[in-house]
């Protein structure tokens, strides 16, 4: 699940790097992703939406084993 959810992270970052943003994957565990947004998206004040709106419903349509999908 960890590698699926690597290629679907992947297929996001382009957008998430044009904004001077990147996420790094920390952990897959039981169908929650912990991910960790950087640069100018680790302190952007639409971080969570782009979270939930963005980066979760990908990762669910690509990844139908993703349950959850947490920042830190």
Known sequence: MREKVEV???QIRPALLADGGDIQLVDVNEGVVTVRLTGACGG???AA???????KQVLKEQVPEVKEVIAV
Do not use: D, N, Y
Not at 49 to 55: E, N, S, Y
């Open 49 to 55: 939406m782009t979270l939930q709106h963005g980066i």
């Open 8 to 10: 679907a992270l992947a």
């Open 44 to 46: 952007c004040p639409m």
